[in-house]
């Protein structure tokens, strides 16, 4: 069963290297932008033979953009539900991408930071994530592509609405900007109300991990705009660079240095007993790897662990994720083996980093 | 609990502090009856909600029944089977569903109406006037708000250069 996922499983992405601004809270900045092809029905109403010419049409125009012509462009139709469960773990394409039906594919660069969805919700999901708050960079890079990309094809686009989308809670600039957190004082010292509040008072959503619908796993947090109508991108991007991201940011060090201060031992408990945990347990699901992950991960940013490499970290977040960990161990797992070979894992690579 | 300082007579229900211009505290207690005919609060009208709440519904009803006849002469999507599902069928809807949609939109999004931002490179240049003209418009109530008339005249003397294009 290789195909070219067994390397891409592999590989770390350029996103979680961690570096970037604020990189210890703010995992990585995501800019997804949704456009339609005009003269062709939205997806709910277009036939298989429709879905193919739309899907060709893109295809065609990414071919014929000077600096996409050289990304990976991956059949997701035909690909196995193993490699599909790959492409989300890595968020180079949704969960409703992975699960749909009919043409569809993915088109990523080698290095991970750019991905275009054709045939998801929209006609093209055009994404671009950058490690760490680096709001401008990911803007001009995605302002780019759409920019090219408008060269080959005719959005549809109306006067008073903007770009059309399949679904009116995206009208107006198609933009979805999510910045990633990891947030585990302020989830220790039940402080998360704090961010809530933060950012419902500028209309903004949390989610988890994998974006709508998915719980908050192991203090990861997203925070998303809702609005995509009446205000510009840049006014969009400017909520999150100029005050909600900084703020949370604030209050997740000052939790942390509370934590410092006042309960230490309690804190260094969690970070030594995850730390023993992921370095001893024969058998880790993957929602506690996460859990004691995350732990370990503060434990470096606050100075109470030196032994681990802040990238091995990074990169058993996403290696310990079902598929991925199927993908390393080259077979088919079910819960219990997967259970096993994620102990194992870890364990290898904590000891040898 | 007290009486109303006003009438003496009945108990004071209402119940106000303010700082009056010299920075003094003053209280008000006040019944239903004098608080109204101070218009500190208005007369309560149980039947102006219901009225209201009523239009609404008959207004969604009649609505109900014009969008059940509502279908897109592109691609075939009835309003209702859009209401279902929350996709919309083509870009057209947007216009042959506009009666209906636009309220939605606007519940979605906040109250807005009308797209801001970038624009293909086509209809760019009317674009960037209407932008213009609304990011003025901003400017405007903030001037009018904060009272610099003086630059809510230059503001509006731009918005009407940028209109009268």
Redesign the interface.
């Known amino acids: 069963m290789s195909t070219p996922f067994d390397e891409v499983a592999r590989r770390s992405t350029e996103w979680l290297r961690g570096v970037g601004p604020l990189h210890e809270i703010v995992i990585s900045t995501r800019i997804r932008m949704a456009r339609n092809l005009a003269g062709y029905f939205f997806l709910s109403r277009a036939d298989s033979a429709m879905r193919g010419e739309i899907s060709g049409a893109i295809q065609k125009a990414v071919r014929d953009c000077g600096p996409l012509s050289t990304y990976v462009d991956a059949d997701v139709e035909h690909l196995s539900d193993l490699d599909r469960m790959v492409l989300v773990e890595r968020h180079l394409i949704s969960r409703q991408h992975a699960e749909g039906s009919g043409a569809r594919r993915v088109v990523f660069d080698p290095t991970e930071c750019v991905s275009l969805m054709i045939n998801e919700e929209d006609h093209l999901r055009i994404q671009v994530m950058r490690s760490g708050l680096q709001m401008d960079e990911a803007w001009e890079q995605i302002n780019e592509i759409d920019d090219a990309l408008e060269q080959h094809v005719e959005y549809a686009f109306h006067s008073q609405y903007g770009y059309l989308t399949a679904c009116p809670t995206n009208v107006g600039t198609g933009i979805r900007v999510s910045v990633m957190l990891h947030l585990p004082a302020l989830r220790l010292t039940n402080e998360l109300d704090k961010v809530v509040q933060a950012a419902k008072d500028l209309k903004l959503a949390i989610r988890g991990l994998y974006g709508e619908g998915t719980e908050a796993l192991g203090d990861f947090f997203q925070v998303s705009n809702q609005i995509t109508l009446g205000r510009s991108e840049l006014e969009i991007i400017d909520d999150f660079r100029g005050s909600v991201i900084p703020k949370i940011v604030e209050y997740e060090q000052k939790a942390r240095q509370a934590l410092l201060r006042n309960r230490s031992s309690a804190l260094e408990d969690k970070i030594f007993r995850a730390m023993g945990l992921l370095q001893s347990a024969r058998l880790m699901s993957s929602n506690e790897a996460m859990q004691y992950l995350s732990h370990v991960r503060m434990g470096l940013h606050v100075g109470r662990l030196k032994s681990v490499n802040l990238q091995t970290v990074n990169e058993l977040f996403m290696q310990t994720q079902p598929a991925h960990l199927q993908k390393l161990q080259g077979e088919r797992l079910n819960g219990k083996q997967r259970s096993i070979a994620r102990a194992k894992l870890i364990r290898a690579r904590l000891s040898n980093n | 609990m007290g009486l109303c300082e006003n009438c003496k007579k009945s108990q004071a229900t209402f119940h106000l502090t303010n700082i009056d211009k010299s920075g003094e505290k003053v209280e008000r207690h006040l019944c239903d009856r004098c608080a109204v005919s101070e218009g500190l609060v208005q007369i309560h009208k149980p039947t102006a909600f219901n009225e209201t709440l009523e239009n609404v519904i008959a207004g969604d009803q009649r609505g109900q029944a014009a969008a059940r006849q509502l279908v897109c002469e592109?691609?075939?999507?009835s309003y209702l089977e859009f209401r279902n599902?929350?996709?919309?069928?083509?870009?057209q809807?947007?216009?042959q569903f506009c009666e209906f949609?636009a309220t939605?939109?606007e519940r979605?999004?906040?109250?807005?109406?009308?797209?801001?931002?970038?624009?293909?490179?086509a209809?760019g240049a009317?674009?960037s006037a209407r932008?213009d003209i609304s990011k003025l418009r901003r400017q405007l109530d903030d001037a009018v708000a904060a009272e610099d008339y003086e630059r809510a005249a230059e503001l509006r003397d731009r918005m009407r250069d940028l209109s009268g294009e």
């Not at chain 2, 599902?85 to 870009?91: E, M, R, S, V």
């Open positions: 592109s691609c075939g999507l599902q929350g996709l919309l069928g083509c870009p809807d947007y216009d949609l939605l939109v979605a999004q906040d109250g807005a109406s009308h797209h801001v931002g970038k624009s293909p490179a209809s009317q674009m932008q």
